[in-house]
T-cell receptor, first 116, second 116 residues
Framework: DAGVIQSPRHEVTEMGQEVTLRCKPI?????LFWYRQTMMRGLELLIY????????DSGMPEDRFSAKMPNASFSTLKIQPSEPRDSAVYFCASSLVTGVRSEKLFFGSGTQLSVL | AQTVTQSQPEMSVQEAETVTLSCTYDTSESDYYLFWYKQPPSRQMILVIR??????QNATENRFSVNFQKAAKSFSLKISDSQLGDAAMYFCAYRAGQGGSEKLVFGKGTKLTVNP
């Protein structure tokens, strides 16, 4: 398996522009997570989905952020409009969660977002 | 809310020596999981070791072992025979047990330098 695939790897944009980050989870995994990493705040969970349904979006900073998971193999994180303080590394991760146990979390390589 | 604290922002070790990274956490739950992740400069998040709270035996993975003190809410990582490739950021993380939230709560990380 290719693992969790994120695109783009790097994104540079100007303040006010719309940014869309993409994620393809590992085939067969039913939970997907979006994390943001900054020097100041470390790794923070933004939102996670289970079976394509958002379960916890309490970490989404504000209305400028939105996430979707239209099917089991694709998710997007959108920022509109973007601001310089959104500059960070955004990670997508996936895992298989069953009624009995949760398997380990696999991370993508992250998207380095720079908002100028 | 659960919190994870890593009190050592930076640590260094000589190649072939042993180093211990500290982690404490706060939770009112009795069932949970604890993890150590490694993040090298490539930015990839790599699972190093995992501990289930109900297991009294400390987890071990080759040169990596943990000292899990449930009563003290302490979860330290010991790296034996340190290698240059061990240089990275190390993150301690907490996740609730079965039936709880699937999200990982991370500490701020410890930067490990390995000196030749």
């Amino acid at each position: 398996d290719a693992g969790v695939i994120q695109s783009p790897r790097h994104e540079v944009t100007e303040m006010g522009q719309e940014v869309t980050l993409r994620c393809k989870p590992i085939s067969g995994h039913n939970s997907l997570f979006w994390y943001r990493q900054t020097m100041m705040r470390g790794l923070e969970l933004l939102i996670y989905f289970n079976n394509n349904v958002p379960i916890d979006d309490s970490g989404m900073p504000e209305d400028r952020f939105s996430a979707k998971m239209p099917n089991a193999s694709f998710s997007t994180l959108k920022i509109q409009p973007s601001e310089p303080r959104d500059s960070a590394v955004y990670f997508c991760a996936s895992s298989l969660v069953t009624g009995v146990r949760s398997e380990k979390l696999f991370f993508g390589s992250g998207t380095q977002l720079s908002v100028l | 809310a659960q919190t994870v604290t890593q009190s050592q922002p930076e640590m260094s070790v000589q190649e072939a020596e042993t180093v211990t990274l500290s982690c404490t956490y706060d939770t009112s739950e009795s069932d949970y999981y604890l993890f150590w992740y490694k993040q090298p400069p490539s930015r990839q998040m790599i699972l190093v070791i995992r501990q289930e709270a109900y297991k009294q035996q400390n987890a071990t993975e080759n040169r990596f072992s943990v000292n899990f003190q449930k009563a003290a809410k302490s979860f330290s990582l010991k790296i034996s025979d340190s290698q240059l490739g061990d240089a990275a950021m190390y993150f301690c993380a907490y996740r609730a047990g079965q039936g709880g939230s699937e999200k990982l709560v991370f500490g701020k990380g410890t930067k490990l330098t390995v000196n030749p």
